[in-house]
């Protein structure tokens, strides 16, 4: 998902500087842990990396938040040669996506349903996905989706919200007295991981 950011400047005609306001913490904080990682092999030149993470979502807000706890998932992972190493920088971007149009989810109800959870002010929700990428060798080229062995950081981006923002703003003021609905995205911070190619590995299915 990429957005464009325009930049619009004003002439201000005043006498003191502007100073940048810092943004408002969110009261919804996400961090992410690895919990495994497993290779297959593509070939003798490519591997695929598969790494499960643990998603923590915490509301260190003080009112109650409405989660989408769902089927459907739409997560980006942002992937960067750990700052430091002797290789050159380079950033890859891969995108999970899990929708089942079929089953049907009942979310515009007049209280929360059984896919939202409802966190208290302090309260955590746990939730694990899985997360792709090709790890290749220095013989071939690396193109821009696969990375190479070495130290990393991995960034999520999780979207929270899979419904138009008109039903997530009229389900906001509908259940504002059950807590405030989220509907968006949160990024975790970086966490490092090292891709290492094993020795013997198992052809992919």
């Known amino acids: 998902m990429i957005r464009s950011l325009v930049i619009v400047l004003f002439w201000l005609n005043l006498a003191l500087p502007l100073v940048a306001q810092p943004r408002s913490p969110k009261p919804l904080e996400l961090t992410a842990e690895i919990v ?94 899985m997360i792709g990428v090709e790890v ?21 981006i999780a979207s929270n919200w899979y419904q138009s923002r008109a039903m997530a703003e009229k389900l906001h003021q509908e259940w504002k007295r059950k807590g405030t609905l989220w509907s968006d995205p949160l990024d975790s911070r970086p966490i490092h991981f090292l891709a290492q190619r094993p020795a013997a590995l198992v052809r992919c299915k």
Do not use: M
């Open 136 to 156: 290749v060798t220095n013989r071939i080229d690396r193109g821009d989706s696969s990375i190479r062995e070495g130290d990393h950081t991995l960034q999520l």
């Open 36 to 129: 495994s990682q497993s290779y297959c092999s593509v070939d003798d030149d490519a591997a695929s990396l598969e790494i499960r993470l643990k998603l923590r979502y915490r509301n260190v807000g003080k009112q109650k938040i409405i989660l989408y706890n769902g089927h459907d998932l739409f997560y980006q992972t942002k992937i960067r040669t750990a700052p430091g190493g002797s290789a050159v920088p380079y950033e890859v971007w891969v995108v999970n996506s899990r929708y089942f149009d079929d089953e049907f989810e009942a979310i515009d109800r007049p209280s929360p349903g059984r896919v939202f959870v409802t966190l208290a002010p302090g309260a955590t929700h746990l939730r694990e996905i």
